[in-house]
């Protein structure tokens, strides 16, 4: 599962940005794997959505920019247990998004808004991405499983392709 990539570095220890972060993976002890190898987080700053982190074994300011634009994940097994109703950015990325029997588009990713996570919904017909929050007005159910999303195209304001 991708946490997040390797961004500037920051300061003289190895330490860097992580960007487009899932913050609640980035735990201090938590190993994460880079370019072919693994290492634990051994420093942890920063804020949720500009978080800093050092890897064991990164060490240096030349060593964290070498790493820049590096993707970073970590195994699923390890990540935390979600409630119900919540769902990893990656089980939704692909799913097709649904209103009863008219198809929306498919989800494309998961995107952060200050208010609350949206998906982003690619439609057939091409064009800017539609952005769907996820709140219960919105979106009426999520099956992982079936690759499906039922959402309220009247509330969002958006007419569904007939098929």
């Excluded at 946490?3 to 570095?9: K, N, P, S």
């Excluded at 290492?39 to 820049?68: C, D, H, K, M, W």
């Excluded at 990656?90 to 952060?112: K, P, S, Y």
């Excluded at 979106?139 to 569904?160: H, K, Y």
Aim: charged content about 25%.
């Amino acid at each position: 599962m991708v946490v997040g990539r390797v961004g500037r570095a920051h300061g003289l220890d190895g330490s860097f940005y992580v960007t487009r972060p899932r913050a609640r993976m980035l735990v201090l002890g938590s190993e994460l794997a880079f370019a072919g190898r693994a290492a634990a987080i051994v420093r942890r700053s920063g804020t949720e959505q500009g978080p800093i982190v050092r890897l064991e074994g990164i060490e240096g300011r030349e060593a964290a920019e070498a790493l820049r634009g590096v993707e970073l994940t970590v195994d699923s097994r390890d990540a935390p247990k979600l409630e119900e109703g919540e769902w990893w950015a990656h089980e939704l990325e692909g799913c097709a998004v649904w209103d009863g029997e008219h198809r929306i588009g498919t989800v494309t990713q998961m995107v952060e808004l200050p208010s609350c996570e949206a998906l982003e919904v690619l439609t057939s017909e091409g064009g800017s991405p539609l952005v769907i929050p996820m709140v219960k007005d919105a979106v009426r159910s999520v099956d992982t499983s079936a690759q499906r999303i039922e959402v309220n195209a009247a509330f969002l304001g958006i007419e569904p392709e007939t098929q």
